[in-house]
């Protein structure tokens, strides 16, 4: 199983950036479909972005499709998610997350490795 770490999490003001970077080790993530998904307080953790092992098909959740973008380096193990033009209800914490991409890309049922979480505020 892989372990993730995630980092880059913090308190910015509306229209600014955050960069989150998750590493992982334990093993390659190349043929993984990796993830990340955001749990704001008293709400379900819910689907952001995730790339497929190619790095070239991605997904986005609606709310964050063309603020967002998520990328990967399977060579350095590691996962990007660059965040612009963020807004105070993209507050939360964020998670990296790891599947075989035999399964829904946006249920998070289905990933079997997850990170701690980093905290990213936004404020108004």
């Known amino acids: 199983q892989v372990q993730l770490v995630e980092s880059g999490g913090g308190l910015v003001q509306a229209g600014g950036s955050l960069r989150l970077s998750c590493a992982a080790s334990g093993r390659s993530i190349s043929s993984l479909r990796m993830g990340w998904f955001r749990q704001a307080p008293g709400k379900e953790r819910e689907f952001v972005s995730a790339?497929?092992?190619?790095?070239?098909?991605?997904y986005y959740a609606n709310s964050v499709k063309g603020r967002f973008t998520i990328s990967r380096d399977n060579a350095k193990n590691t996962v990007t998610l660059q965040m612009n033009s963020l807004i105070p209800e993209d507050t939360a914490i964020y998670y990296c997350a790891a599947q075989s991409d035999i399964y829904a890309y946006a249920d998070p049922h289905t990933y079997a490795s997850w990170g701690q979480g980093t905290q990213v505020t936004v404020s108004s």
């Open positions: 790339t497929e092992r190619n790095s070239i098909n991605t």
